[in-house]
């Protein structure tokens, strides 16, 4: 007669797995897979297999595998201490001894754990350059835009030749136009004289040198205006505000000779 197993023959039978299983049960409920919890603890997934199935002969030395575990259970939000106990009364003593060469483990590092983290994503690279292209080419587009966008200020300089400055009519021979007159000296020299008008208005002018040629007499427009002759020079502006006099490349103060901001003078090199 085959003898049978009564319940008090079972419940002496010892938990076979009393802290491996829970480890398990928490993970498997968490969604978690062996690797991930490797990745996230530093510790090579035939280890924490071991713990789960406690097989002490897959394990580290008793040392580092209850760290392991107790590292294993704080993740998991179990009891690590509860855990630690049972995994002490369940060591065999033959696997107490101490290890022959520790630094042989395979425990997991941080380099590895980096390198299998930082992955390369090549969309993001791409958005990235496509990103730093776009800025680039707004940055020129502003620039090109700015450029176009200065004003441009080109000189107005009219050469008068022979045929103009004898060309016109004398100013009123009444001298209503012209109403005040002067002479900057009195002294005739034959030496040549350079005249350099800036008109910013249309206005009259008239300007005969010591020969008797008549440099220009008529309305000039805006503009900048060079004449050369023998001094002195006899002058008749009719808007002197609108009008700058420069005399062998020095400025001419007319002030002296205007009135109603009009001028009749006539000019010599100093």
Same mark, same amino acid.
């Given at each position: ?9 079972s ?6 797995l ?6 398990r ?6 969604? %978690? ?8 603890? &530093? #510790? ?10 406690e097989d ?10 209850r760290?392991?575990?107790?590292? &294993?259970a ?8 509860? %855990? ?22 395979? #425990?997991?590092s941080?380099?590895?754990r ?10 993001l @690279?791409l ?12 940055? %020129?587009?502003?620039s090109?835009?700015? *450029? *176009?966008?200065? $004003?441009?200020?080109?000189?107005t ?7 103009d400055?004898?060309? =016109? ?6 001298g209503?136009? #012209? =109403? ?14 350079? @005249? *350099? ?23 000039? $427009?805006?503009?900048s205006y060079?004449?050369? =002759?023998?001094?002195?020079?006899? #002058?008749?502006?009719a808007?002197v505000d ?10 001419? *103060?007319?002030?002296? &000779? ?10 010599? $090199?100093?």
């Open positions: 007669m085959t003898p049978s197993m009564t319940s008090t023959d419940a002496a039978e010892p938990d076979t009393a802290f491996g299983a829970p480890l049960h928490v993970r498997e409920e968490k969604g %978690l897979s062996v690797q991930a919890v490797s990745d996230e603890l &530093y #510790i090579v997934t035939p280890y924490l297999t071991a713990l789960e199935a002490f002969s897959a394990m580290p030395p008793v040392v580092y595998a760290g392991f575990l107790v590292n &294993y704080r993740f998991l939000g179990l009891d690590a201490k509860m %855990l630690a106990s049972r995994f002490d009364a369940a060591c065999p003593s033959d696997y107490r001894k101490p290890p022959e060469n520790i630094s042989a483990l395979p #425990i997991q941080n380099k590895t980096s390198a299998r983290r930082m992955r390369f994503n090549p969309w @690279l958005a990235l350059i496509a990103l730093i292209i776009g800025a680039v080419a707004l940055w %020129l587009l502003v090109s835009s700015t *450029d *176009d966008d200065k $004003p441009t200020t080109t000189p300089v009219i050469n008068m030749d022979s045929a400055q004898q060309a =016109g009519a004398a100013l009123n021979a009444t209503s136009a #012209i =109403g005040a007159s002067g002479s900057a000296l009195d002294v005739t020299s034959t030496a040549p004289a350079s @005249l *350099d008008l800036v008109v910013t208005e249309d206005t009259m002018v008239s300007i005969t040198d010591a020969d008797s040629n008549t440099l220009v007499s008529k309305r000039l $427009p805006a503009g060079h004449f050369e =002759g023998a001094p002195p020079f006899a #002058i008749q502006i808007t609108s009008v700058t006099l420069q005399m062998n490349g020095s400025p001419v *103060d007319m002030r002296e &000779y205007t009135q109603d901001n009009r001028a009749d003078f006539t000019l010599m $090199p100093e």
